[in-house]
């Protein structure tokens, strides 16, 4: 009957949802008991938005941010990180994620989001993954400082990223 096939999608939903936040929690409860860190208080608020949108992750890779996020949520060292963050983070996808990684990655290690252009293994240059940025950009991942298209140029002995 409706009746049952009704009870039956929601059970299975929930199940679902419930495997999600164990696994998300299991991580969680394992790299802290690594680190031995001090515990700081969550407050409810936080937590049940929390427990809200990861109950939906199902991807390992993201199961394994959230976790890093409830981790440094929960650990005095840890940074702490708004709900308004969470809710940006629900609606991130594992390509959206890896680009993002790779874009701070990237930043940490040159100062700008850009790589060494992969179809060209003679000489070195510079490529900007420009879909990559415009994807990460329409998340409110990134902002770009300035509204000119980069550009990578040589002036006198040093690179200028941007055209100025």
Known sequence: SLRDRAGKRLLSQEVFRQANLESILAQTIEEADARNAEPRPIGPDWMHAFLDYAQHVSHE???????????????KDGPAVSKA???ALRLIEPDQARMFERAACLFLATGQIMDVDPEDDQDIGFYVYMP???ALEDLGLLKRMRDIEPNLEFHGSMFSFWNQ
Request: no cysteine; charged share 25%; hydrophobic share 50%.
């Open 85 to 87: 963050t969470l809710e």
């Open 61 to 75: 890779d993201l199961q394994t941010i959230w976790a890093r996020i409830l981790k440094g949520q929960a650990t």
């Open 132 to 134: 990559e940025v415009m």
